[in-house]
């Protein structure tokens, strides 16, 4: 069983549509592919109607969510798998959220366009095509001006990864764990030592969440080195905690391919029989 728990779609900031997504994993030789777009469930009717005989599909989302409780605060992922969508109060959050995105994508052209840079709000919304807008739509309108050559580039510091970044209104993440289980879905707490995305989680905070009812932490991630994915894998030991492994495939926006990484078929087991939410679906 090859299991991938971590996919992003144009419903989010990836480049492959939720169909093309679906074929992608089979053509992978994925057994089990979860979508977890940024924010958003849009996605989800759209894959399942896609989905090739034998592949399972997992429903879930990647929730942008902040540590609110330290000096500065902290951004973070919070991977929900197999909740219900229609629970108002995580379903209002997170449309606050893609609010927020589209905000920070206006002010974000702003800044640009102070530095002379034309980029535009329409273009970065096209980029998105209806789904959540993110940074690598924004990075995408600067490869077009050839002002980077890829959006890895786009994501360093003179242009997204600080000089042109703002902030958004992310979920607090004691709340949004709550509200994942209140919707009768499983948080993971995704990439928890990726410093590439900025910082690595403090072991105290993943402590303070397994208490307040985190499931489990990606431990193989393909931004976690070695020495990560073990810490990760010991800490979780101590806390009770399961671990994953997935790919975060982002399409063309990233280079990783799906099924970099994978996870425990037990544990993708026990995932399953912890949600009341949804169920995997399997296309038939
Ligand atoms: P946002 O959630 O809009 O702030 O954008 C974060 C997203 O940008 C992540 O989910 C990744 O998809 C992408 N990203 C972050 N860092 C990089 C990077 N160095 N290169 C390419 N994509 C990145
Ligand atoms: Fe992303
Ligand atoms: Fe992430
Ligand atoms: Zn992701």
Not at 95 to 122: C, F, H, M, Q, Y
Not at 254 to 269: E, F, I, M, Q, S
């Amino acid at each position: 069983m090859r299991i991938d728990l971590h996919t992003h779609s144009t419903a989010s900031d990836g480049t492959d549509s939720p169909a093309e997504l679906m074929a992608e994993a089979a053509a992978a030789g994925l057994d089990v592919v979860a979508i977890t777009d940024h924010d958003t469930t849009a996605g989800w009717d759209a894959a399942v109607a896609a989905l090739p005989a034998g592949l399972t599909l997992v429903r879930g989302a990647e929730l942008s969510g902040r540590w609110y409780d330290t000096e500065p605060t902290m951004g973070l992922h919070l991977l929900a798998y197999l909740f219900d969508p229609a629970y108002e109060p995580l379903a209002a959050e997170l449309a606050g959220v893609r609010r927020s995105r589209e905000r920070r994508a206006e002010r974000t052209v702003e800044l640009l366009n102070a530095d002379g840079i034309d980029v535009t709000v329409p273009e970065v919304r096209r980029y998105a095509a209806g789904g959540t807008v993110g940074r690598p739509h924004l990075a995408q309108a600067l490869v077009r001006r050839r002002l980077v050559r890829n959006v890895d580039e786009a994501f360093r510091p003179e242009w997204l990864g600080r000089r042109y970044r703002l902030p958004k209104d992310d979920i607090d993440v004691f709340t949004a764990v709550r509200l994942v289980r209140e919707a009768g879905g499983v948080p993971v707490l995704a990439h928890p030592k990726a410093e590439v995305r900025g910082h690595a989680l403090p072991d105290a905070l993943i402590a303070g969440l397994a208490e307040a009812g985190l499931w489990g932490v990606e431990a193989d991630h393909t931004e976690h080195v070695e020495a990560d994915r073990e810490h990760v894998r010991a800490l979780a030991r101590d806390l009770g905690l399961r671990v994953t492994g997935s790919s975060d495939y982002h399409g063309t926006n990233k280079t990783v391919r799906l099924g970099a990484c994978v996870t425990d078929p037990l544990v993708y087991r026990d995932l399953v029989s912890s949600a009341t939410g949804a169920t995997p679906v399997t296309g038939a």
